[in-house]
């Protein structure tokens, strides 16, 4: 079983800049595709990026594509996101989900996803 643990998250205005990492445990991480999700309050838990088992691949929601930058550094065990010119609507929570694969197939979807951090909160000011 894989645990993430996420961190990095804060109070920014908006314009500004965050990254977040997420730390993982497991012998296996570097045979498990990443995602970042959020999720504001009263709403669902939506798709953010990510990024195949070896890093050559990634999909980002329509949203965030240009401003938003994932990665994984698979012998740290970590996964980031770097998001940049952030925006009120980008006020969630932001959770770090790993799933197993065996390829480069990029699921966007939430329930495609058995492993899940505890979440980290970004708040973009006006």
């Known amino acids: 079983q894989v645990q993430l643990v996420e961190s990095g998250g804060g109070l920014v205005q908006a314009g500004g800049s965050l990254r977040l990492s997420c730390a993982a445990s497991?012998?296996?991480?570097?045979?498990?595709?990443m995602g970042w999700f959020r999720q504001a309050p009263g709403k669902d838990r939506d798709f953010v990026a990510v990024i195949s088992r070896g890093g050559g691949a990634t999909a980002y929601a329509d949203s965030v594509k240009g401003r938003f930058t994932i990665s994984r550094d698979n012998a740290e065990n970590t996964v980031y996101l770097q998001m940049n010119s952030l925006k009120p609507e980008d006020t969630a929570v932001y959770y770090c989900a790993a799933r197993y694969s065996l390829g480069s197939y990029l699921s966007q979807i939430v329930t495609e996803y058995p492993f899940w951090g505890q979440g980290t909160q970004v708040t973009v000011s006006s």
């Open positions: 497991g012998r296996t991480f570097s045979n498990h595709a």
